[in-house]
């Protein structure tokens, strides 16, 4: 099989490695590899030359290692040793995608400097790499002193600094000591960024959490959250809550894995630990780093979950947000941290290197039931972690006596929404609970009591209700705490063309979607003032539906009544038809079943409402009747044109019963 030259420069070079960065990171751990204990990255002639230095004191390579190795594509003499970084026998021809010549010069102690070339130019050349190989020579030159690798770059690229230098920060796992010195020097142009060092950053974390996966199971999962000088501190052990968080996932996922359990065992042992950074005020004003600071010279390149494996880097993690934490926010802010504020890694043993297996791009892992597992398995610590940051920051806030002392002002400035109250009392104090619930989160531990002895509805515009507001202790019982048992008046204002408000613990009650639709978005936005007659028609359509619904209901579970044997129902449009003819029955046919199904129907049995459908002392129409007939009339008839007096005296005198029905379907 023939394989042209130019495929090594462009699919081995600038086509398979996406990141400059991850081109510099190979050659570092190559220069660890070969034990080196310094390598050098050279720039300082890039903006003039577009030359570029990589210089490492390791091993350096023989004539026997030149031959056998390094002129073999994808070389497997790294492969079975479980601590090498490289292994992949590709990384340098990533070279390719900085540079279009490259000149390695390359020595063994004690032994002769050898100079091997790679030209782009000239590989484009050549037809068959079966018979190819680098050119390398002797060199009577020597650049590097005893031992080592010396690597020169001409013609590079454009290269970011700036992405170049925030990528290589986090190379190594952080707390540990650096397995070799990087000297990076870059043009004199460039200013670089001055990063704190995780052990001065991470003082201003309000949280963390971190444990050990292993034998298949979390062990030591500890969630620790303090302010400086112990203003405020918790601690948990959650090792089983992340654990049973795990299994969840798992069975959510429905993963298309064979003895997973096996498989979660088989990963070894994992360590895991992530910091969360709040940049709120009321915690800023505890941190020693200012906001600016901790984002521009820590989270810029530590930010999110990296993963170590022999205290070094794999790409495609961190800055990248693998795990849509991002999303997971902004679906559901407060249960779940943000990529952004968030420095966590990732710590793997060298037993699954053949289990989870790098890309040969070094972006991530090749998808397979293990790297599924670890996402689980790091998903299930950072969904606890988010769990936990929520109640701690709701604590926090009720620890803080100005910050209730301020949201209790803004509720004593409160206005409540223009509509009539049909059920003040209740409608009040839940808006006011509302209120308390976005200011101080869900687990806040005020009460509010709305005093409403002296309510009174038909003055509601005109009246100031006082409001106690108290917090709860430990046995839940409202307490006072802070001096802020307060009575703030909230003025009560109505809009007198709003007359269809209805609460929304009933609208939730309704079962029917197109009845509820309705509801919320045509009745309760009308104004019957300027529109009546779109009022009345919306009116006409909302009881015909209650009605037929309630029929419905009604007949199927009365099977024995005699209406079953004239009336059935059309599945897909829900109207009343004709047994027999199977024609839609009138308007006036309908009300007459209503009126009889609600008079056998005990809840609603009442004198007052069977006078909404029909008089039987009289033998009229009742109000509801009347109103279908006046809004055909108004819809029929030039002459006739239905008024907002009517619309209100309806609603006022059948609003109830037809809040009633809506309940019972």
């Not at 070094?312 to 952004?340: P, T, V």
């Amino acid at each position: 099989m023939k394989v042209e030259g130019r495929l090594i420069a462009r699919l081995l070079g600038e086509e398979h490695i996406e990141d400059d960065t991850i081109v510099f990171a190979e050659q570092v751990k190559n220069a660890i590899d070969a034990y080196a204990e310094k390598i050098r990255i050279d720039f300082s002639n890039y903006n003039g030359n577009q030359q570029i230095i990589i210089e490492d004191d390791g091993d350096g390579m023989a004539k026997y290692e030149i031959e056998n190795y390094w002129n073999s594509v994808a070389s497997s003499h790294k492969s079975n040793d479980l601590q090498a970084l490289g292994g992949k026998g590709i990384g340098r021809f990533t070279l390719f995608r900085l540079a279009d010549k490259i000149t390695i010069y390359t020595k063994k102690e004690n032994g002769p400097c050898y100079k091997i070339t790679m030209d782009r130019e000239e590989l484009n050349n050549v037809d068959d790499l079966n018979s190819y190989d680098f050119d390398y020579t002797e060199s009577t030159i020597n650049k590097i002193g005893n031992k080592g690798t010396y690597i020169v770059l001409d013609n590079a690229k454009l290269l970011s600094f700036k992405d170049l230098q925030i990528s290589l920060e986090t190379l190594f796992l952080p707390f540990k000591d650096k397995p070799i010195i990087i000297d990076i020097k870059y043009p004199d142009e460039f200013k670089k960024i001055e990063f704190f060092t995780p052990d001065t950053a991470i003082k201003d974390a309000l949280m963390y959490i971190e444990g050990e996966f292993n034998n298949g199971k979390w062990q030591n999962v500890y969630f620790i959250s303090k302010i400086k000088n112990d203003i405020f501190r918790k601690e948990l052990s959650l090792s089983s809550e992340t654990d049973n968080h795990l299994q969840k996932l798992i069975n959510q996922e429905d993963l298309p894995i064979q003895n997973f359990s096996e498989k979660l065992n088989d990963l070894g042992k994992i360590k895991i630990k992530i910091y969360n950074f709040v940049l709120a005020t009321n915690i800023l004003k505890f941190m020693d780093i200012s906001k600016k600071d901790i984002q521009n010279k820590f989270l810029i390149a530590y930010q999110g979950i990296n993963i170590y494996r022999s205290d070094c880097k794999i790409f495609g993690h961190g800055l990248n947000d693998w795990l849509k934490l991002a999303e997971k926010r902004l679906m559901h802010s407060a249960d779940n941290i943000d990529n952004k504020t968030a420095f966590g890694y990732v710590e793997l043993s060298d037993v699954n290197k053949e289990l989870l297996v790098e890309k040969t791009n070094r972006e991530g892992f090749i998808k397979n039931d293990y790297s599924k597992l670890l996402d689980k398995i790091i998903l299930s610590i950072t969904s606890e972690l988010g769990k936990m940051r929520k109640e701690t920051l709701a604590e926090i806030k009720l620890l803080d006596s100005k910050y209730i002392s301020d949201q209790i002002k803004k509720i004593k400035d409160l206005k409540l929404p223009k509509k009539d109250y049909l059920h003040p009392e209740e409608e009040i104090q839940q808006y006011v609970d509302e209120q308390l619930t976005s200011s101080f989160g869900e687990n806040h531990k005020l009460i509010a009591k709305v005093n409403i002895s002296k309510f009174s509805k038909e003055n509601i515009g005109k009246q100031l209700v006082p409001i106690d507001i108290y917090q709860r202790d430990n046995q839940n019982n409202p307490v006072i705490q802070f001096k802020l048992t307060v009575q703030p008046k909230i003025t009560i204002k109505t809009n007198k063309e709003a007359i269809f408000y209805i609460n929304s613990s009933i609208i939730d009650t309704v079962k029917s979607d197109k009845l509820k639709w309705i509801i919320k978005e045509e009745l309760m936005q009308l104004d019957y003032m300027r529109f009546p007659i779109a009022t009345s028609l919306t009116l006409r359509a909302l009881i015909e539906i209650t009605f037929n619904l309630y029929i419905k209901k009604y007949l199927e579970t009365n099977p024995s009544d005699s209406d079953k044997n004239k009336f059935y129902y059309s599945n897909t449009a829900g109207e009343i038809l004709n047994k027999s003819t199977n024609k839609t029955i009138k308007t006036e046919d309908r009300i007459n079943i209503v009126k009889r199904a609600c008079r056998i129907n005990r809840v609603l049995s009442e004198e007052k409402i069977i006078m909404l459908l029909r008089d039987e002392s009289s033998g009229k129409d009742g109000i509801i009747a009347n109103f279908i007939n006046e809004a055909n009339f108004t819809t029929h008839k030039s002459y006739f044109m239905i008024n907002s007096i009517t619309i209100k005296q309806f609603w006022v005198a059948s609003s109830d019963f037809l809040i009633k029905l809506w309940t019972l379907l």
